[in-house]
């Protein structure tokens, strides 16, 4: 009995099995699953993206300043034309009480520091403008200010509230971070620091 | 002289109108302001419609609406203002545009085709299912040389020595003869 019985000798000669026609059904769906995954993904990055932190660049932004209260002969500007003076700034709303505190000491700031090379820059977060002109009357303030404008700027800083500080030096780069009001004692220790850079 | 005493006559009738279109300017209800302000959520408060929120910057929002209604602006006008100043964010319907067409529109219209297009194929391989069930086994035995071509010899009948079916197939007879001694040892 040397011979052998063939019996799985015959499934290795069996013709291959015709490759299936991509369905173009299932190459819909795989689609539409990998669009929906990278919308999620899209989504949760945006979510979870991280408020600009002390010693990062911080991200330009437009502004279209009141009228009476632009900077440097200018209607609009940009972070970027203010490249080589330290920015401080300023979150601010008319119906929030802790701004009260702080505006005075940021018009202190302003006319102190404007000729050495600091903007003091207003911001105006979800505010009503008539009411911000009048807030900004109320306090006799001159320096720079501008609506947040589609909440594009308080959106990019992530900001938590109102009043809140950014402090920028000449490179760009944030300095520090103020939730809450500023007050003197820490704008004349953080701005000469920044402006003897 | 008539058409003097005609333009007197227009005059004392535009006078007479002036205090009541600004009375109506003036007067516009809390109910109306609301039927804006609930088409618009509040900035500072997450996820609260405009005309339930009870900070000062909602306030100072429902006021402004007040204002522009009184200045003969429409509802769409208004929330198209608020949208412009303070961002699509704010309206309770957010523009078909942009990355909200995608996540408000597309996204779920995809997802419910893509539902129902797995739940056809689902119902369909159901369907398939039974008629192969109930159809004739496929001989599991491959075709080919040395394999059997005839019916399937039965390994279990009772026999002694010789295998109960031949096929034909010295060298297979021989084969299924063992195994059949085999089974019965």
């Given at each position: 009995?040397?011979?052998?019985?063939?019996?799985?000798?015959?499934?290795?000669?069996?013709?291959?099995?015709?490759?299936?026609?991509?369905?173009?059904?299932?190459?819909?769906?795989?689609?539409?699953?990998?669009?929906?995954?990278?919308?999620?993904?899209?989504?949760?990055?945006?979510?979870?993206?991280?408020?600009?932190?002390?010693?990062?660049?911080?991200?330009?932004?437009?502004?279209?300043?009141?009228?009476?209260?632009?900077?440097?002969?200018?209607?609009?500007?940009?972070?970027?034309?203010?490249?080589?003076?330290?920015?401080?700034?300023?979150?601010?709303?008319?119906?929030?009480?802790?701004?009260?505190?702080?505006?005075?000491?940021?018009?202190?700031?302003?006319?102190?520091?404007?000729?050495?090379?600091?903007?003091?820059l207003g911001v105006?977060?979800?505010?009503?403008?008539?009411?911000?002109?009048?807030?900004?009357?109320?306090?006799?303030?001159?320096?720079?200010?501008?609506?947040?404008?589609g909440t594009d700027?308080?959106?990019?800083?992530?900001?938590?509230?109102?009043?809140?500080?950014?402090?920028?030096?000449?490179?760009?780069?944030?300095?520090?971070?103020?939730?809450?009001?500023?007050?003197?004692?820490?704008?004349?220790?953080?701005?000469?620091?920044?402006?003897?850079? | 002289?008539?058409?003097?005493?005609?333009?007197?006559?227009?005059?004392?009738?535009?006078?007479?109108l002036l205090p009541?279109?600004?009375?109506?300017?003036?007067?516009?209800?809390?109910?109306?302001?609301?039927?804006?302000?609930?088409?618009?959520?509040?900035?500072?408060?997450?996820?609260?419609?405009?005309?339930?929120?009870?900070?000062?910057?909602?306030?100072?929002?429902?006021?402004?609406?007040?204002?522009?209604?009184?200045?003969?602006?429409?509802?769409?006008?208004?929330?198209?203002?608020?949208?412009?100043?303070?961002?699509?964010?704010?309206?309770?319907?957010?523009?078909?545009?942009?990355?909200?067409?995608?996540?408000?529109?597309?996204?779920?219209?995809?997802?419910?085709?893509?539902?129902?297009?797995?739940?056809?194929?689902?119902?369909?391989?159901?369907?398939?299912?039974?008629?192969?069930?109930?159809?004739?086994?496929?001989?599991?035995?491959?075709?080919?040389?040395?394999?059997?071509?005839?019916?399937?010899?039965?390994?279990?009948?009772?026999?002694?020595?010789?295998?109960?079916?031949?096929?034909?197939?010295?060298?297979?007879?021989?084969?299924?003869?063992?195994?059949?001694?085999?089974?019965?040892?």
């Amino acid at each position: 009995m040397s011979e052998t019985i063939p019996t799985t000798q015959t499934a290795v000669d069996q013709p291959a099995k015709p490759r299936r026609p991509l369905r173009l059904t299932m190459v819909l769906v795989w689609l539409a699953v990998l669009g929906l995954l990278a919308i999620l993904g899209w989504g949760l990055l945006n979510t979870t993206a991280a408020r600009p932190e002390v010693g990062q660049p911080a991200p330009d932004f437009d502004v279209a300043f009141f009228d009476g209260f632009g900077w440097d002969g200018r209607t609009t500007a940009n972070l970027q034309d203010m490249r080589g003076q330290v920015v401080v700034l300023n979150f601010w709303a008319s119906w929030c009480v802790e701004c009260r505190d702080e505006t005075p000491v940021l018009e202190s700031a302003w006319q102190k520091y404007a000729d050495q090379g600091v903007v003091v820059l207003g911001v105006a977060y979800a505010d009503v403008e008539p009411n911000s002109l009048a807030y900004m009357d109320d306090f006799g303030v001159s320096f720079p200010h501008a609506p947040d404008l589609g909440t594009d700027i308080s959106q990019t800083y992530e900001i938590t509230g109102v009043p809140e500080t950014f402090i920028i030096d000449k490179e760009g780069v944030i300095r520090h971070v103020q939730i809450g009001a500023v007050n003197e004692a820490m704008l004349d220790q953080i701005i000469p620091e920044l402006l003897a850079q | 002289m008539r058409k003097n005493v005609i333009r007197w006559l227009l005059l004392v009738l535009l006078l007479a109108l002036l205090p009541v279109a600004v009375h109506a300017q003036d007067d516009i209800s809390d109910d109306e302001v609301n039927e804006v302000a609930k088409d618009l959520y509040c900035p500072v408060c997450e996820s609260t419609p405009l005309d339930v929120c009870p900070t000062q910057a909602c306030a100072d929002w429902r006021e402004l609406i007040r204002t522009k209604l009184a200045a003969g602006d429409t509802r769409q006008d208004v929330l198209d203002y608020f949208a412009r100043q303070y961002g699509d964010g704010v309206l309770a319907n957010p523009p078909r545009r942009g990355i909200s067409l995608i996540v408000l529109w597309v996204l779920p219209v995809l997802i419910v085709l893509l539902g129902g297009l797995l739940f056809f194929r689902l119902l369909r391989g159901m369907r398939v299912a039974p008629t192969a069930a109930g159809g004739p086994l496929p001989n599991p035995l491959p075709k080919g040389e040395g394999a059997p071509t005839g019916p399937l010899p039965n390994l279990f009948a009772k026999g002694e020595g010789a295998p109960t079916a031949k096929t034909g197939d010295e060298s297979l007879d021989d084969y299924i003869a063992r195994v059949e001694r085999d089974l019965k040892q």
